[in-house]
């Protein structure tokens, strides 16, 4: 048994090494050093606890004696605090790697969410047309002509309006994913609506209804893994836009609360201290939200093309 698993393993290894899309990655190598970074920035968020110098969420472990230290280079720098600290005496090393195991949280709860929703809609609007498609593809144009930050900014509000002052910071996290996540589901939904019609067309599918088979089953079984190609794309390139959008709104103070550190909230808080000279509170905060958009983009770039063999 063990053997045969283990056989399977190295088949199905051999079988990746050999592919297209292996041999297009490694003849990138911005590609591979957008992974590796990528890779790098959920490593430190998933292990934030291990890898961070300072827990920012312990009072016990700050001081307000060591706020606005400078980075450790500098004059007035202090070895322990390589990127200095913020205003509480937090350590900015520590505040990015758990600001960015925020930002990617919120980042893929929304990517999730607006992917279930469009690809629920855009399959069934596909699949079964008529006045049903037309709805559902007039809503997601009208919602497409705003923008999206505007959406999700109107649905923050509602959420924050319709629930006691209480609770907002409690429930903030969910409110930003939910907005997000409602915010994009019309481009999910009209790409997976496109494939959705040229899939129902073909052999298969005309076969499994000659037998008899439910068109529910059709859709998830048949269809539906036919069309996850340009949703993966679709997916990777807005997990970066869903990352922007959540700094984006705490930027502008209607996303997480200041005692959750996220990117977003990070650049907030350092851009009161900017011209003060505490420069590196809100400078280290962009850098680090540049470079995992800019790789996150890379890498759904590359998918796009790769799987694409038109543009290749």
Known sequence: MSIDSDSGAKGLLGRALDSDLWFSFTRSPVVMVAAVVTLLYFLAAIFAPLVAPQNPFDPASLSLGDSFTAPAWTEYGMPEYLLGTDDQGRDILSTLIYGARISLLVGFAAVILSAVIGIS???????VGGGFESVVMRVADVQLTVPGILVA?????????AMPRELHDQIAIYV???AIGVSDWPQYARVTRGATMVEKSREYVQAAKVIGIHPLLIMLRHILPNVMG???VLAT???ALAIIAEA?????GVGVPPTTPSLGTLIRVGNNFLFSGEWWITFFPCLALIGLVLSVNLLG???RDALNPRLR
């Open 121 to 127: 809609l855009g399959v069934t609007a596909g699949y």
């Open 153 to 161: 900014l109107m649905i923050d509000g509602v959420a924050r309006t």
């Open 176 to 178: 930003v994913i939910f």
């Open 230 to 232: 340009p949703v993966l």
């Open 237 to 239: 390139i807005g997990l």
């Open 248 to 252: 984006t709104l705490s930027f502008l």
């Open 301 to 303: 770039d590359w998918l």
